[in-house]
């Protein structure tokens, strides 16, 4: 079967389903295909993370992560309202022992330049009192902090765009991008129920691609570069990291969110206690880092290795010294991407142009991607609008 569409989005996970119903808004005339290689939506990196809606705090002033989040955060807020989303903005209070101090500080005056203006700072007996289970020396409390249920978002996100007009193909894999008619279109090779023996190969040309695919996202853009599409920038290096969650049994000690300062090395933001919209606590994630030559999404293992349960627990004793490690157990994991490189990474949003088509490829869409998803559909319509390939 082979059809034409305006805009093809790869990858119905939250940025995709966020960008489809952005776009189709946006661009009411044009026809907008969604293709998702699972049996459904939002089953990799969006159904696999703490569920937290951030406020802003780590990412580098004027940032995409940051300017994204910061004004995701608004939306979000005001797009769960709308639409009987569930979500609970419970805040969120990062502690730090002695000599984390100067951490803190600089958390605080990173966050005021990023826009997050209603942080507090905690002393001791502050924070005993918000949450008594934890021992920490100092801390900051920030009210905007929540936590959603991503599921329920996305299902939102879902019948908006459908109810619109936006077609979606689930259990379909992108399997080939190449230009054609002298780079007027982009025709994808699609193959639906890939992973069965009833595959079918189909064909749909388009004048706009859109990479949402995130695990997969860098191999689609170094395809169409193969292909020789130019690049409006070097493509990044990119690598995939787990990250483990352990439940914990039982009444949570908490009612907040309780983040230790981040890793010094850069790799995570450390073990935190977070809750789903029940109450239930969970801990993580770590950041486990996997081989280069796994980077298959066919081979991967969302296991959670109950021998990890001992790293857990010596990180979460320094700020919750009662943990009683027989109450945690293996939940589930997730996989990210991250570029690679020295410092902070942003995201990337590269690009590929011809005479009348182009492709907009989203890299390395980690955390706060979901917090920032309704402010980066936005952040895409603009782009596709300075494209001038609908106007």
Not at 95 to 101: F, K, S
Not at 111 to 134: D, M
Not at 155 to 182: F, K, Y
Not at 237 to 261: D, E, M, T
Request: glycine share 8%; with cysteine; hydrophobic share 40%.
């Amino acid at each position: 079967m082979n059809f034409e569409v305006d805009i093809c989005i790869v990858g119905a996970g939250v940025c995709g389903l966020a960008i489809a119903r952005q776009l189709n808004q946006s661009l009411p005339s044009s026809s907008i295909a969604l293709i998702e290689q699972a049996d459904s939506v939002g089953q990799g990196t969006s159904s696999r993370n703490s569920e937290v809606i951030h406020a802003g705090l780590y990412y580098a002033p004027d940032s995409l992560k940051a300017r994204l989040c910061v004004a995701g955060r608004h939306l979000l807020y005001e797009y769960c309202r709308q639409y009987q989303v569930p979500v609970r903005q419970i805040g969120k209070l990062i502690v730090a022992q002695t000599g984390e101090e100067d951490t803190l500080s600089r958390i605080a005056d990173n966050a005021r330049a990023s826009g997050v203006e209603n942080l507090q700072s905690l002393n001791a007996s502050q924070i005993a009192s918000l949450a008594p289970a934890v021992r920490a020396d100092t801390g900051l409390w920030s009210p905007s902090t929540g936590i959603i249920d991503s599921h329920e978002y996305m299902q939102s996100l879902l019948e908006q765009a459908r109810g619109n007009g936006v077609m979606l193909a689930l259990a379909t894999r992108l399997s080939d991008v190449r230009p054609e008619d002298n780079g007027k279109k982009l025709e994808l090779e699609l193959t639906s129920n890939w992973h069965r023996k009833s595959a079918e190969t189909s064909r749909v040309s388009c004048r706009l691609l859109i990479n949402c695919a995130g695990l997969g996202a860098l191999a689609i853009a170094e395809r169409l570069h193969q292909a020789g599409v130019a690049r409006s920038q070097a493509l990044p290096c990119i690598k995939w990291v787990k990250g483990n969650y352990f439940a914990y049994q039982g009444r949570s000690p908490f009612s907040h969110l309780i983040y230790p300062v981040p890793d010094p090395t850069g790799n995570g933001l450390g073990i935190h206690a977070t809750l789903d919209m029940a109450g239930n606590c969970r801990f993580g994630p770590d950041v486990e880092q996997l081989a280069h030559d796994i980077n298959n999404e066919e081979v991967l293992d969302l296991s959670v290795n109950a021998s990890r349960r001992d790293m857990f627990a010596k990180q979460i004793r320094r700020y919750f010294p009662a943990l009683d490690e027989s109450r945690l157990v293996p939940d589930y994991a997730g996989i990210r991407t991250r570029i690679t490189g020295d410092g902070f990474q942003d995201f990337q949003i590269a690009e590929q142009q011809l005479e009348s088509c182009a492709a907009i490829h989203l890299l390395g869409i980690e955390s706060p991607g979901l917090t920032a998803s309704l402010a980066l559909a936005k952040h895409i319509a603009e782009r596709v609008w300075q494209l001038e390939l609908f106007n």
